[in-house]
T-cell receptor, first 111, second 110 residues
Framework: DAGITQSPRHKVTETGTPVTLRCHQT?????MYWYRQDPGHGLRLIHYSYGVKDTDKGEVSDGYSVSRSKTEDFLLTLESATSSQTSVYFCAISVPRGGYTFGSGTRLTVV | QKEVEQNSGPLSVPEGAIASLNCTYSDRGSQSFFWYRQYSGKSPELIMS????GDKEDGRFTAQLNKASQYVSLLIRDSQPSDSATYLCAPPGSGNQFYFGTGTSLTVIP
């Protein structure tokens, strides 16, 4: 989507390895979010940020950490990947009119 | 406890028919609602926002919000095969409380 990019788009990693997903926005929005989407569970909030170095946990934050050192970048780290973290990860920004704009997603497979 | 409930479907309608998608929510304080469309393998896309009780129309789409019943719906008139997707509803959220419905899968049959 315009203004928000995620990298990588796909990743396969081994259990126990660290993984970092990147979200980059060009819109200078204050709020950024990381969600995971799994069949039967829908979108669930992992962490969100309300400014540089200001972050908070969401519904499913265990096993994940985040960092935001610049307005435009929000990083999601899996310290030690597990198979239960196989999922599609979406970054989102909240937009002035309300609601979110989502990135294209990262499909992560932990083997 | 689920904050937002949607019928998961799948919902199938013939081309040209009206598709009706429904959502109930538990937070009486929700003042607005958003509908997203998600094509298979793609990210959700915001398609409708409704900020007050009643109806809001945008082209073939009509969103309806009934705060007293804690019910929100999305009607798609003259359904097209390109409308086949999963539709998600969500209140605006606050703090770390951001909830989406699990989505309703819609298939429009040509």
């Amino acid at each position: 989507d315009a203004g928000i990019t995620q990298s990588p788009r796909h990743k396969v990693t081994e259990t126990g390895t660290p993984v970092t997903l990147r979200c980059h926005q060009t819109e200078n929005h204050r709020y950024m979010y990381w969600y995971r989407q799994d069949p039967g569970h829908g979108l669930r909030l992992i962490h969100y940020s309300y400014g540089v170095k200001d972050t908070d946990k969401g519904e499913v934050s265990d096993g994940y950490s985040v960092s935001r050192s610049k307005t435009e970048d929000f990083l999601l780290t899996l310290e030690s990947a597990t198979s239960s973290q196989t999922s599609v990860y979406f970054c989102a920004i909240s937009v002035p009119r309300g609601g979110y704009t989502f990135g294209s997603g990262t499909r992560l497979t932990v083997v | 406890q689920k904050e937002v409930e949607q019928n998961s479907g799948p919902l199938s309608v013939p081309e040209g028919a009206i598709a009706s998608l429904n959502c109930t929510y538990s937070d009486r304080g929700s003042q607005s609602f958003f509908w997203y469309r998600q094509y298979s393998g793609k990210s959700p896309e915001l398609i409708m926002s409704i900020y007050s009780n009643g109806d809001k129309e945008d082209g073939r789409f009509t969103a309806q919000l009934n705060k007293a019943s804690q019910y929100v719906s999305l009607l798609i008139r003259d359904s097209q095969p390109s409308d086949s997707a999963t539709y998600l509803c969500a209140p605006p959220g606050s703090g770390n409380q951001f909830y989406f419905g699990t989505g309703t899968s819609l298939t429009v049959i040509p």
